[in-house]
T-cell receptor, first 114, second 108 residues
Framework: DAGVIQSPRHEVTEMGQEVTLRCKPISGHNSLFWYRQTMMRGLELLIYFNNNVPIDDSGMPEDRFSAKMPNASFSTLKIQPSEPRDSAVYFC????????????FGAGSRLTVL | AQRVTQPEKLLSVFKGAPVELKCNYSYSGSPELFWYVQYSRQRLQLLLRHISRESIKGFTADLNKGETSFHLKKPFAQEEDSAMYYCALSTGTYKYIFGTGTRLKVLA
């Protein structure tokens, strides 16, 4: 298995533009997480899906952020419109179940909003 | 409230010196605790978990429920240990609470 696959690895965009980040979890994993990593706040959970259903989106900062998981092998995180303060590394992670099960992270998408 | 605290943003040690990365947690139940590591230009990956009670790359971590700590230790640091280290707590649900991370620099 190639692990959790994220794209793009790097995105530079201008304020106001739409950004779409993509994630392919490990096959068979039924839990998917989107995290945001910044120097100031570390890793923050944005949204959690279980069996493709959003369970907790309380970490999504604003209505500008949305996430979908149309099937077990694909998820997107969209920011529209983007702002400079959205600049961060966005990680997708998947797990087989939850609790003591280990999170497997993707390589991350580094977003820079000018 | 559930919280993981890593008091040091940066820890610099010389090669061969002992290392201790501090992690304290706040949780009223029985936590599952993890250490994740992110080497330069690599993805975040599991280093060790407390239920395994194993040593990985020379690192160990013991859960101290009295002090609510899960410090990461290594007796002799190596340059390849330089990385970002995150302590994480799982409450048994989907909630993994991460600390803000400690950057370890091992100096030659």
């Amino acid at each position: 298995d190639a692990g959790v696959i994220q794209s793009p690895r790097h995105e530079v965009t201008e304020m106001g533009q739409e950004v779409t980040l993509r994630c392919k979890p490990i096959s068979g994993h039924n839990s998917l997480f989107w995290y945001r990593q910044t120097m100031m706040r570390g890793l923050e959970l944005l949204i959690y899906f279980n069996n493709n259903v959003p369970i907790d989106d309380s970490g999504m900062p604003e209505d500008r952020f949305s996430a979908k998981m149309p099937n077990a092998s694909f998820s997107t995180l969209k920011i529209q419109p983007s702002e400079p303060r959205d600049s961060a590394v966005y990680f997708c992670a998947s797990a087989d179940g939850v609790g003591a099960n280990v999170l497997t992270f993707g390589a991350g998408s580094r977003l820079t909003v000018l | 409230a559930q919280r993981v605290t890593q008091p040091e943003k940066l820890l610099s040690v010389f090669k061969g010196a002992p290392v201790e990365l501090k992690c304290n947690y706040s949780y009223s139940g029985s936590p599952e605790l993890f250490w994740y590591v992110q080497y330069s230009r690599q993805r975040l990956q599991l280093l060790l978990r407390h239920i395994s009670r194993e040593s990985i790359k020379g690192f160990t971590a013991d859960l101290n429920k009295g002090e609510t700590s899960f410090h990461l230790k290594k007796p002799f640091a190596q340059e390849e240990d330089s990385a970002m280290y995150y302590c994480a707590l799982s409450t048994g649900t989907y909630k993994y609470i991460f600390g803000t991370g400690t950057r370890l620099k091992v100096l030659a």
